[in-house]
């Protein structure tokens, strides 16, 4: 079975400062898709990024990438100059053809 | 632009008692759509998920059941609920074949008391 595991439960960052969030997945097929979800306070989750397991380039969208090393099956997030509002839970998920495979989150703080 | 509507957004429920949530999509048709719970400080966990009307996966045995009377709306009930059944219930969507984010409605905060 497909697993994702997001090493650090907790990080922080000073605001305007860029900060990895890790996530590494376990699967033995080549074509799949990665996510990135948000969970601000409100508790409702918004998708950040994905990625397309057949690309080679790194997904960006704004402030935000991602480094997708197939071999070492890992998928960081990057979050460039961190605003107060990127404090959440940030989930990492794995899909194939079954529903989404979610990691146990991260918990970001930004500090002003 | 699709939506996806959860309500109520807030419950408070004795055990034993029923439950009925309800999830609606707008703007598409024919959604995959899915229930998950999150326990408080924990990631997410698939309950159920449809990909038509009258088909419903079940992903983890409980006394929590799902029903898709109509193509964009999703029903999650109980007939006696547990103290185990409190936390926050997710409803998503996704538009099917070949594209495979799911979007996520506001949540549902259940306390069995």
């Known amino acids: ?112 | 632009s699709q939506t996806i509507h959860q309500w109520p957004a807030t419950l408070v429920q004795p055990v034993g008692s029923p439950l009925s949530l309800e999830c609606t999509v707008e703007g598409t048709s024919n959604p995959n759509l899915y229930w998950y719970r999150q326990a408080a400080g924990r990631g997410l966990q698939l309950l159920f998920y449809s990909v038509g009307i009258g088909q419903i996966s079940s992903e983890v045995p409980q006394n929590l059941s799902a029903s898709r009377p109509q193509d964009r709306q999703f029903i999650l009930s109980s007939k006696k609920l547990l103290l185990s059944d409190s936390g926050f219930y997710l409803c998503a969507w996704s538009a099917g074949q070949g594209s495979y984010e799911q979007y996520f409605g506001p949540g549902t905060r259940l306390t069995v008391t």
Do not use: H
């Open chain 1, 1 to 112: 079975a497909q697993t994702v595991t997001q090493s650090q439960p907790e990080m922080s960052v000073q605001e305007a400062e860029t900060v990895t969030l890790s996530c590494t997945y376990d699967t033995s097929e080549s074509d799949y898709y990665l996510f990135w979800y948000k969970q601000p306070p409100s508790r409702q989750m918004i998708l950040v990024i994905r990625q397309e397991a057949y690309k080679q380039q790194n997904a960006t969208e704004n402030r935000f990438s991602v480094n997708f090393q197939k071999a070492a099956k890992s998928f960081s997030l990057k979050i460039s100059d961190s605003q107060l509002g990127d404090a959440a839970m940030y989930f990492c998920a794995y899909i194939l053809v079954a529903p989404l495979v979610f990691g146990k989150g991260t918990r970001l703080s930004v500090i002003a």
